[in-house]
Nanobody, 118 residues
Framework: QVQLVESGGGLVQAGGSLRVSCAAS????????MGWYRQAPGKQRELVAA???????NYADSVKGRFTISRDNAKNTVYLQMNSLKPEDTAVYSC????????????WGQGTQVTVSS
């Protein structure tokens, strides 16, 4: 099992920056990828960014050039640095981890609110 604990988020003005963190515990060695989804009220959940165990990253087109996902292997933590935030980035951000095999499992963090005021 993999457990995830998120931190960070909050309220920021448009153009500002925030960083959210996701700390993993449990079966760390079996993690294939980690990342973040977000869901705004009335909208579908969307993948924001992901990073594989090999370090490959993937971003939603809407955040490319503004958000950066990174990881600290020593702390088993993944970070999402969000710059140049826009009101449309307002959402609940949820961390996930894909782990295990051959059938991948997925664990989720508790979610953290990011609110960008105009």
């Amino acid at each position: 099992q993999v457990q995830l604990v998120e931190s960070g988020g909050g309220l920021v003005q448009a153009g500002g920056s925030l960083r959210v963190s996701c700390a993993a515990s449990g079966s760390i060695v079996s993690i294939n990828a980690m990342g973040w989804y977000r869901q705004a009220p009335g909208k579908q959940r969307e993948l924001v960014a992901a990073i594989t165990s090999g370090g490959s990253t993937n971003y939603a087109d809407s955040v490319k050039g503004r958000f950066t996902i990174s990881r600290d292997n020593a702390k088993n933590t993944v970070y999402l640095q969000m710059n140049s935030l826009k009101p449309e980035d307002t959402a609940v951000y949820s961390c996930f981890a894909e782990w295990g095999g051959p059938i991948l499992k997925r664990s989720w963090g508790q979610g953290t609110q990011v609110t960008v005021s105009s």
